[in-house]
């Protein structure tokens, strides 16, 4: 069985919007093989599909971050250092190869939209980065996830002369929206808008052929839950991906209906329950994360539980899991990823 793991950066203030995002946390990872030096080569195009013809604008940048910040370049940002896994994706979809980025082995383990190439230099774990391999990296902007304007890791990076781009991930009054926003300013950055547009016709392309898929599958139900979760001191936590999660909100875009109705954070749209609770869900399909985690197999737990035996997704064998390596918390290739996996999973 496949299992799970708590995701995303999380900053002091976060920590404490919700009960759903105190449960998320940064991975654990060796310190090691992270220095790069000044001296590496500078960075080219990515070999994603599409990149082959893919050329930066020239000319000075100025872009408005997610905090209201000016950010001005004399040229598109080359020499790019990034600090989450959903904009490290971004960028590698905008056909650029960082020069620095957090959590190789995470990205690489949880990621599978966009492959990290070899000799991108690890500049330590998401939320706590190794300023020192970040600078050594010699990078003209550093793109960095935020969620209020104490971020601790943003004032460090402030210190220092390079530009930093500070993006807020997620936003569950409108997921979708800030997935592509998120994806877009990275462009404006980058001088990459022609390819941001293309990736972006690409994903509503998706989109729109998933939601005829799904509708023509005339599935018998359309209430769904999807959840990831993770034992705890011997205990189950489940986390559902409520309405405003990315996950979620494109399971309804797809004509799905998400039937969590309980608490969700503002950002991530995460709920929290326990085994009991997944009992208010009715017959809803029941669908999971499938990339594997050494955290505790929160599943094997699962099918110890006779009222989880109970649920009637579990006894029609309407429980499943999404592939492995689909990033959940993603830019629009891994948001395509989780179109095909709703489609792939109900309707095919």
């Keep these: 069985?496949?299992?799970?793991?708590?995701?995303?950066?999380?900053?002091?203030?976060?920590?404490?919007?919700?009960?759903?995002?105190?449960?998320?946390?940064?991975?654990?990872?060796?310190?090691?093989?992270?220095?790069?030096?000044?001296?590496?080569?500078?960075?080219?195009?990515?070999?994603?599909?599409?990149?082959?013809?893919?050329?930066?604008?020239?000319?000075?940048?100025?872009?408005?971050?997610?905090?209201?910040?000016?950010?001005?370049?004399?040229?598109?940002?080359?020499?790019?250092?990034?600090?989450?896994?959903?904009?490290?994706?971004?960028?590698?979809?905008?056909?650029?190869?960082?020069?620095?980025?957090?959590?190789?082995?995470?990205?690489?383990?949880?990621?599978?939209?966009?492959?990290?190439?070899?000799?991108?230099?690890?500049?330590?774990?998401?939320?706590?980065?190794?300023?020192?391999?970040?600078?050594?990296?010699?990078?003209?902007?550093?793109?960095?996830?935020?969620?209020?304007?104490?971020?601790?890791?943003?004032?460090?990076?402030?210190?220092?002369?390079?530009?930093?781009?500070?993006?807020?991930?997620?936003?569950?009054?409108?997921?979708v929206k800030k997935m592509k926003d998120t994806f877009s300013l990275i462009a404006e950055a980058t001088g990459r808008t022609e390819r941001a547009d293309a990736v972006l016709e690409e994903f509503d392309a998706k989109l729109a052929e998933g939601k005829q898929a799904m509708a023509d599958a005339d599935l018998p139900t359309t209430d769904f839950v999807y959840f990831d979760g993770w034992v705890d001191g011997g205990n189950v936590a489940i986390r559902p991906f409520g309405k405003g999660s990315l996950v979620g909100d494109l399971g309804e875009e797809l004509g799905l209906t998400n039937v969590w109705t309980g608490d969700v954070d503002e950002f991530y749209g995460l709920g929290q329950t326990d085994i009991e609770g997944m009992t208010k869900v009715g017959d809803a399909n029941l669908l999971h994360t499938g990339t594997e985690d050494s955290s505790g197999d929160v599943f094997d737990e699962l099918a110890k539980s006779r009222v989880w035996k109970q649920l009637p997704a579990v006894v029609d064998g309407r429980y499943r899991a999404f592939p492995e390596g689909i990033w959940t918390f993603g830019g629009p290739r891994s948001s395509m990823q989780v179109i095909d996996a709703y489609v792939d999973t109900l309707a095919g």
């Design 1 to 175: 069985m496949k299992k799970t793991m708590k995701p995303g950066q999380l900053t002091a203030a976060l920590a404490a919007v919700a009960l759903a995002t105190a449960a998320c946390g940064t991975s654990d990872i060796s310190d090691a093989d992270r220095g790069a030096t000044s001296g590496a080569p500078a960075t080219t195009a990515a070999a994603g599909d599409g990149c082959a013809d893919v050329a930066p604008a020239e000319g000075p940048v100025s872009v408005t971050d997610d905090l209201g910040r000016t950010v001005d370049l004399e040229q598109p940002a080359e020499r790019v250092v990034v600090l989450e896994w959903q904009q490290i994706e971004d960028v590698l979809s905008l056909c650029l190869t960082p020069v620095g980025v957090a959590d190789v082995e995470g990205y690489s383990t949880w990621v599978s939209a966009e492959e990290l190439p070899d000799g991108v230099a690890d500049v330590g774990v998401r939320g706590e980065p190794n300023l020192d391999a970040i600078f050594s990296s010699d990078p003209d902007l550093v793109i960095t996830e935020v969620y209020t304007e104490d971020d601790p890791v943003l004032k460090k990076l402030e210190k220092y002369d390079v530009p930093v781009l500070a993006t807020i991930g997620a936003d569950a009054s409108g997921s």
